[in-house]
Structure formats: C-alpha cells, structure tokens
C-alpha cells in the first residue's frame, strides 16, 4: 500500500483533528491535556509512547517496521500563542486570550494523519519511525529542551518536518535544498545617560535623545556594513523610558530582533552592531551596553534530504504540487534538530482566501484550508519510509 492511497480515507479523520486542537490550545510549556490527549490516541493505534513525564508536555511515538533498520523522527510543535482569535467559526479557541496563530494545531493534525497511515503500512517500513510531538516552539527554546528527553534523539538517523504557510496556495509543497527560514536573535539595549529636570537639558544626558540616535544609527549596519548580496533583517521592536511629562530620563531600554541565513557572518552582525550602539552612546557623553541572545540558528535544509522529499511529494501527490519558494525570515527552533542529523523541513501550503485563508500567521484572523493536510500527511510518511528504505 502507497500513502497516496489513503488520503482521501484520512482526509476527514486529519481536518477534524486540526479542529480540535484550534479549539482547545495551550500555551508554550503549558501543553499538559494536549499532550494527554495526543498519546490517548497514538495508544489508540498501537503506537509506542514516551511522554515526557518530568515537564508534563511534549511526547514521542514509536512505529516498529516490519523489517529492523534505522530509525527518523517526523516532528511537530504543538504549542500555541497568547492571541485574542476574532475568528467566528464554530471551532475558534474556547479559551480566552490563546490562540493557535500560527499553525501547529495543523502540524499535530498532519503528525496523527502520518502516524494513522504508517500503521497501515508497516510491512513496507524498514526500521523505525519516531514521532516527535515537540513543545514550546514559539520559544525558541522547545527543541534544544525536547533533544534531551530520554534517548530518542540520540537513536535516530534523520529528521523531516514542516510547517504549513499562508503565502503558499494550499495544496503545494515546498522542500528545497539549502537555507530556508532565518536565524532569529534577541537584542537588548540599555542606555545609560543622567536624569534631570525637563527644563534644564543641559544639565542632564537625555537617555531618549540617545535611544533615539542609536535606533536611527543601526539602520545603516544594513545598509553600510552588510553586503548587498546578504540578507539580515534589524528590527527594534520596543523602547522604554521615563515616566513623568516633565521629567528627562537618564535610562532607556529597547528591544529588538536580528535575522540572518549565513552563520558565517553572525559575529559580524553582533560586533557592527555593538560598535554603533557603544559609540552612539558615547557621543552624546552616555554608555550604551548590547546584550545578545541567540535564539535559533537558521534553518538549512540537507541536499540529499530535499532531493529524496522532492522525489517523494512528485510520487505521492503529481508534478503539479512540487512548489518553488523563497527562504523566509521567521525562525524555526526545527533548526537546531538540523544542526546535528541530516534532514528537510517543508513549507505546506493552506492559503485559499475563500475559506478565509489569507491572514498572516500569527494574526487574530489566522485559519487554513486543512482540507488539504491529509496530502501533507502522506508526504510526511512516504517520506519516512523511502529514507528508511533508501538508507539501509
């Protein structure tokens, strides 16, 4: 049996799933019922289960192929976001203040939908498919915690994942080879000046004067220090400082972020970066102090991994569904699964503006047209045992 043949068996069983985990999400470490309730039916199956029983969250599922072999994880992130929904469908979040914005409660959907198709086809598995129900993505911090639970990252061979993307038509499918969503970083500010009366400047260092020249100074790390055929994104998301109208503070913090593909160039990113935060500062007699904290690498897909998934979603799904698109600038912490075994991460395609599909991720209007997620599901098990069979 193909998974291609059970798509349209499971199309209902994967859109119905989705639905319930819109409805009922849990925020990043917080993921407690969702994990009850994802192992509740993975032993529905027959599927071996591990729950991580220390934090309460996050779980993997073991599928034993008929033949002994190597082992690749499938994985996906199950966590939420704190958003308002302004949806109005009948399956919108019943709980106040979160929201699945982002698409995990498809990627669970997707896993469940694999994970239903691979048991129907365990005479064709060749060794060992590990499902990876991974917590607090949204974090940055969920990966690097998941890889240490038990032993199961240590025993496999390969990773596959993805992620289904509102900019791509639903139904397409990309899986290029190469870097495909960015590093993401963390930057803080603190400006030191000195505080003084709103009416006499001069004797005082007016920290917002100073915050103020240093957001406008870092536009030029782009445009002045990085070549053109790079890519970085510098964003200054936050400023805080004062409290009173007629009061000149003598501190300031901002907040902000930095997003780049090359690894290479990180130190360079940081270290321009500090320069014009320190000597901004110092030119209007202030200190300035940078604090940075990584939060993902970027996300690189393996050449081999991409070519084999190529291959799988032309066989599973046509020609027609293979999609080319451009690396994004959101990170993924699936990056750090990456670092250390080979792998592809995939963009899954849900945009269909007549179901309401074609908000932004992370919006309060966010939704996909999961009628298509059982395709998804067959490209991730098909994938799993091709690799197996492929990597004997």
Known sequence: MHSRDLIEQYKTYVQDWRRYFHKHPELSNEEFETTKTLAKELESMG??????????????????????GKAIALRADIDALPVQEHNTFDFKSDVDGKMHACGHDGHMAILLG????????????????????????????GAPDFMKF????????????????IDLPAGLISVEEGPRMA??????????????????????????????????????????NVSALDSLVLTIGNIHSGSEWNVIPGEAQMGGTIRFFDPAQEDHYV??????VEHTALAYGATAEL??????PPTINDAAASELAERVVIDTLGKEKLSKMRKVMPGEDFAWYLQEKPGCFAFIGIQNPEVG????????????D???????????????VQWLKENK
Do not use: C
């Open 47 to 68: 599927v071996e289960v591990h729950v991580d029983t220390e934090r309460g969250t996050g779980l993997i599922g073991i599928i034993h192929g008929a033949k002994s």
């Open 114 to 141: 694999a994970a239903k198709m691979l048991t129907a086809m365990k005479d064709r598995i060749e060794g060992d498919v590990y499902l990876a129900f991974q917590p607090a993505e949204e974090t940055g911090a």
């Open 150 to 165: 038990d032993n199961w990252f240590e025993k496999i061979d390969a990773v596959f994942g993805g992620h289904v993307w």
């Open 183 to 224: 590093a993401s970083s963390k930057i803080t500010i603190r400006v030191k000046g000195k505080q003084g009366h709103g009416a006499q400047p001069h004797q005082a260092i007016d920290a917002v004067v100073v915050a103020s020249a240093i957001v406008m100074n870092l536009q030029t790390v782009v445009s002045r």
């Open 271 to 276: 270290e321009s970066i500090r320069r014009v």
């Open 291 to 296: 604090i940075y904290e990584k939060k993902v």
């Open 357 to 368: 599909a074609n908000f932004d991720h992370h919006n309060n209007r966010f939704t996909m």
């Open 370 to 384: 999961d009628s298509v997620l059982s395709a998804a599901s067959a490209v991730y098990a098909e994938y799993a």
